[in-house]
């Protein structure tokens, strides 16, 4: 086969292709919001220079473009990052564009199912043109074409993300029988409590606009001060980030008020004929009403009432999803060796950590399967 590779290394070179990668994500079948170009070109933009800790010391483009005969196959949305390890020692991975930040949830190989022997060219290529301490590609779906790629002959199950699949069929009431018996019976029990405090519960939906930011900021800081950690409202680089999302994306704003003062918000971004919740939090002077667990139920609400095929509620194993999910999709790490002299022992350390995470995610099915035997049932 006639394969070539081509390096994109800047963002001029990003901009330079945009026509012809959106063109070729028409062909993709599994893409998703987080794993397209309107999202590492917001990413990028955003982060390339940014000194956040979690993003490395350094970082520079490595997107790949595949073609066979001059034919766009595969793109590969990578990115080189550089970290210090030990305080003075530079290390370098090559990573997904994205995969830094937890916001991000699928992250995969941009192509529909290909030969191994063009993956196995592109690896090739990348051994002989780069040089880097080991490979660590995160957010891996368990749904990629690209599973059996020498890109994941390595995976380690990490974590989960869920979603609630709906049907044309269903009415909200049918799906809502899926719900634990404890789970409606609480639903009902928060609105009879809601109505005896003398509150008046509305939800309010409406399309995004660059006010909410600062009511985002607002009711994200009660979350950021329990985990006393940083509202990434108030740090400029996420704020942008977000903002230019929301933008690019079609997202309505969930509000859930009690006597018309919002005390709860969650963002729903659609991509395609589905919605990812991307943020959430709530004033935690309202946490006996819960009233994240009633935004969730609203959205998958509204949801089946607009005909979304599914609903994605995010990575990582958190009580209220796997009571008002139907489907958990796993998510994996690749861990590789680099060719740099010392790359064997970094590569090692990965491993070993990644190793960790595996048992950790053995615990966390084992909690998922104590938490879905009603989903048996249906």
Known sequence: MNYTVEALRTTEDILKHKDEWLKFE??????????CYKYFSSFWSNFCHSELPELGISRELLVLFLRENSSLLAIYPFCKISRKRKKVLKVTSIEFIGQQLSATNYLDIISNE???????????????????DYIFLNRIPDFSPSQHSVFYRNLYPITYSSEAVLTNKQSYDEYR??????????????KNKIKKSNYTLNFIIKDFEEDDL???????????????????????????????????FKTKVYYLQLNDQNVAFITNMKFKNYTILFDTAYDLNYQDYSPGILLFDECIK?????????????????????????????????????????????????????????????????????????????
């Not at 028409?26 to 794993?35: D, P």
């Not at 029988?177 to 928060?190: A, D, G, H, M, V």
């Open 114 to 132: 290909i030969e191994n022997e063009a993956h196995q060219f592109v690896f090739d290529w990348l051994y002989q043109n780069e040089q880097f």
């Open 302 to 378: 509204q949801g089946i009432n607009n005909t979304i095929d599914h609903i994605v509620f995010g990575w990582g194993i958190d009580f209220f999803k796997f009571r008002l999910c139907n489907r958990f999709v796993r998510l994996s790490g690749s861990v590789l060796p680099g060719n740099k002299m010392f790359s064997t022992y970094w590569h090692n350390q990965v491993n070993q950590k990644c190793n960790n995470m595996a048992i950790d995610f053995q615990k966390a099915t084992d909690y998922l399967m104590s938490l879905t035997k009603h989903l048996a049932k249906q």
């Open 26 to 35: 028409e062909k993709v079948t599994n893409l998703q919001l987080t794993n």
């Open 214 to 248: 600062c009511e985002f900021s607002r009711l994200t800081d009660y979350k950021y001060q329990k985990k006393h950690i940083e509202n990434h409202y108030s740090v400029i680089n996420k704020k942008e980030f977000i903002k230019n999302l929301y933008t690019q």
């Open 177 to 190: 029988i899926s719900y634990p018996k404890k789970i409606r019976e609480k639903l009902n029990l928060l």
